[in-house]
Structure formats: structure tokens, C-alpha cells
């Protein structure tokens, strides 16, 4: 293959990744093209993007959405099972106080008999 059929070399930066020329690196999102509702404000200059990095953008952000709403989630099980270890423990806990005073109760009223 010659040299003018091959694409851009790669580069290596100082920390070891590989980087495109400028000229493919595909467009940095922007926040401040969302409004409140997370819609897309398309702009002109989001109109020039070729359509395949607008579906792309749009498919990475569906999926970002769907991975916090399951880490959301994730987060919620989770904290349910750590109140409901920390009631155990706190029933376990009680019970064991309970059971202990019962039976200081009891032996104070055995040696009160026994005297």
C-alpha cells in the first residue's frame, strides 16, 4: 500500500496514548447545547456534523442515561440492604439486652426467695 492510500499516522503523546490529528478527531461535546430537559439544542454548527456522529452522540448519551439511572438503582438496593442488616442487628441487639435483663430480674428474685 502506498504512502498516499494510508490514513494519518497515529501519534504517541508524553503519556503513552494515541492521538488522531486534529483533522479526525470527532467533535468535544458541549453542555451548554442541552437545555434543563437534557434536549439537544441543534445549532447550524451541530447541522454540519456528519449524521453518523450526531446518531453516535446520541446513542453514547441514551446509554450514559441508562447507566446512571442502573447505578441510581444499584445505589438504592444496596442502601436497602444495609438498613435492613443495621434493624437486624438493632432487633438482635434488643433482644439480647431483653433477654439479659429478664434474667438478672430472675436471679435477683431466685436470691431474694433463697434468703
Known amino acids: 500500500m502506498s504512502a498516499e492510500q494510508r490514513g494519518p499516522t497515529p501519534t504517541r503523546s508524553a503519556d ?3 492521538r488522531l490529528p486534529r483533522s479526525h478527531a470527532i467533535p468535544a461535546s458541549n453542555d ?3 437545555d434543563p430537559l437534557g434536549r ?3 445549532t447550524p454548527e451541530r447541522r454540519a456534523l456528519p449524521l453518523s456522529y450526531r446518531i453516535e452522540r ?3 448519551l441514551a446509554r450514559i442515561a441508562a447507566l446512571e439511572r442502573a447505578v441510581e438503582t444499584s445505589e438504592n438496593r444496596r442502601q436497602a440492604v444495609i438498613d435492613r442488616y443495621e434493624r437486624l442487628l438493632a432487633d438482635r441487639d434488643e433482644t439480647t439486652e431483653s433477654a439479659a435483663t429478664t434474667e438478672t430480674a430472675s ?3 431466685l436470691a431474694r426467695l433463697i434468703d
Open 40 to 42: 439537544l439544542d441543534v
Open 58 to 60: 446520541l446513542q453514547l
Open 16 to 18: 503513552g496514548r494515541t
Open 107 to 109: 436471679r435477683t428474685l
Open 32 to 34: 451548554s447545547t442541552t
